[in-house]
């Protein structure tokens, strides 16, 4: 509808020059404008009236632990995957995901980046922050976009947090001899998104209905999910470097979301034939920052934190000026 009164406003106002990419910038600007107010916001409360750091860990963990597993929950639940395309957007995004991590691995070892270096680098390449995703897509495509987007993001969620725990254990700390099994079964069996992309799953082909209110308790939790983790993620940005020495493992970091992994996912899903709003839902994943709960794994697992941070505040702030770029492109 937007993009149909945007062609007409185009019919009468504009230069015969302003093409279909500028319809998608013109819809997706005020979306993203809003994304990007409600980051600065969660940034200023953060220095004046809301200072305390716990009060904003404190958010994250409701929202990491009740609010958006309880979306997840509901949307996949009650979504009609019926006619998507899900075998090749499962193929296409797991393409890109261990695409991109043998391209960073080698990369990483050529350049003799150290091994909690390249660890954070790693998790900034394949990590993603699907709370922004789904916040973005649901204000250029609605419900629909979300359905989509909730299919991409139960399809990477599993094996990127499998990945995150195989990686820092394999480079921090193999001579330590530690065993990753305990670890990689912490990370499923408490993982919330894991739990609400499973529960969601067994509620939607269970031969019995959900009963109506716990869809309903999911529906009224899952509302503050995505705002309150916009506020979050912009209180917990990094405005001030803190990296001693080499920024390669940054410039890494930042490449990799901006350029690599948005490119590899969006040239596989053209060879497996996706186009259309499923093709700019999978670059908007692409391009994705990295997924906040990194910094925690990196702490915990040896990594660089510091440069994990660094990468995802960076990543934060120049994924959304390349995700119009994306969309222009794509249409």
Not at 32 to 39: C, G, M, Q
Not at 42 to 66: D, M, N, P
């Given at each position: 509808?937007?993009?149909?009164g945007?062609?007409?406003?185009?019919?009468?106002?504009?230069?015969?020059?302003?093409?279909?990419?500028?319809?998608?910038?013109?819809?997706?600007?005020?979306?993203?404008?809003?994304?990007?107010i409600?980051?600065?916001?969660?940034?200023?409360?953060?220095?004046?009236?809301?200072?305390?750091?716990?009060?904003?860990?404190?958010?994250?963990?409701?929202?990491y632990?009740?609010?958006?597993?309880a979306?997840?929950?509901?949307?996949?639940?009650?979504?009609?995957?019926?006619?998507?395309?899900?075998?090749a957007?499962?193929s296409?995004?797991?393409?890109?995901?261990?695409?991109?991590?043998?391209?960073?691995?080698?990369?990483?070892?050529?350049?003799?980046?150290?091994?909690?270096?390249?660890?954070?680098?790693?998790?900034?390449?394949?990590?993603?922050?699907?709370?922004?995703?789904?916040?973005?897509?649901?204000?250029?495509?609605?419900?629909?976009?979300?359905?989509?987007?909730?299919?991409?993001?139960?399809?990477?969620?599993?094996?990127?947090?499998?990945?995150?725990?195989?990686?820092?254990?394999?480079?921090?700390?193999?001579?330590?001899?530690?065993?990753?099994?305990?670890?990689l079964?912490?990370?499923?069996?408490?993982?919330?998104?894991?739990?609400?992309?499973?529960?969601?799953?067994?509620?939607?082909?269970?031969?019995?209905?959900?009963?109506?209110?716990?869809?309903?308790?999911?529906?009224?939790?899952?509302?503050?999910?995505?705002?309150?983790?916009?506020?979050?993620?912009?209180?917990?940005?990094?405005?001030?470097?803190?990296?001693?020495?080499?920024?390669?493992?940054?410039?890494?970091?930042?490449?990799?979301?901006?350029?690599?992994?948005?490119?590899?996912?969006?040239?596989?899903?053209?060879?497996?034939?996706?186009?259309?709003?499923?093709l700019?839902?999978?670059?908007?994943?692409?391009?994705?920052?990295?997924?906040?709960?990194?910094?925690?794994?990196?702490?915990?697992?040896?990594?660089?934190?510091?440069?994990?941070?660094e990468?995802?505040?960076?990543?934060?702030?120049?994924?959304?000026?390349?995700?119009?770029?994306?969309?222009?492109?794509?249409?």
């Amino acid at each position: 509808m937007i993009e149909t009164g945007l062609c007409y406003a185009q019919s009468l106002f504009l230069p015969p020059i302003f093409n279909k990419g500028d319809v998608i910038l013109l819809t997706a600007l005020p979306v993203l404008f809003s994304v990007v107010i409600v980051l600065f916001l969660g940034q200023l409360l953060s220095r004046t009236i809301l200072k305390e750091a716990t009060f904003w860990q404190g958010i994250s963990k409701l929202s990491y632990w009740v609010l958006f597993p309880a979306l997840l929950f509901k949307t996949i639940s009650q979504s009609d995957f019926t006619g998507m395309e899900i075998e090749a957007i499962i193929s296409t995004m797991l393409v890109g995901l261990f695409g991109v991590l043998i391209i960073f691995w080698l990369i990483g070892r050529r350049v003799k980046l150290s091994n909690a270096d390249l660890s954070s680098v790693l998790q900034g390449a394949f990590r993603h922050n699907g709370f922004m995703a789904l916040a973005i897509i649901a204000g250029l495509y609605g419900e629909a976009g979300v359905e989509i987007g909730t299919l991409c993001l139960a399809i990477l969620v599993p094996p990127s947090n499998v990945m995150s725990v195989c990686v820092l254990i394999y480079l921090n700390k193999r001579d330590q001899k530690t065993n990753m099994a305990p670890f990689l079964a912490k990370e499923i069996v408490r993982n919330p998104l894991i739990i609400a992309i499973i529960a969601g799953l067994v509620a939607k082909y269970a031969p019995f209905d959900t009963p109506d209110f716990i869809l309903e308790t999911a529906e009224l939790l899952g509302r503050g999910a995505l705002p309150a983790l916009l506020l979050a993620v912009g209180a917990g940005v990094q405005l001030t470097s803190r990296i001693k020495g080499s920024f390669v493992p940054l410039g890494l970091g930042i490449l990799a979301k901006i350029i690599i992994f948005p490119a590899l996912l969006v040239g596989t899903a053209i060879g497996f034939g996706i186009e259309g709003m499923s093709l700019s839902i999978i670059a908007i994943f692409g391009v994705m920052p990295t997924a906040v709960s990194a910094y925690a794994l990196a702490r915990e697992l040896d990594g660089n934190a510091d440069l994990m941070a660094e990468i995802i505040s960076f990543q934060t702030f120049l994924s959304l000026p390349a995700m119009l770029i994306w969309l222009s492109v794509l249409s």
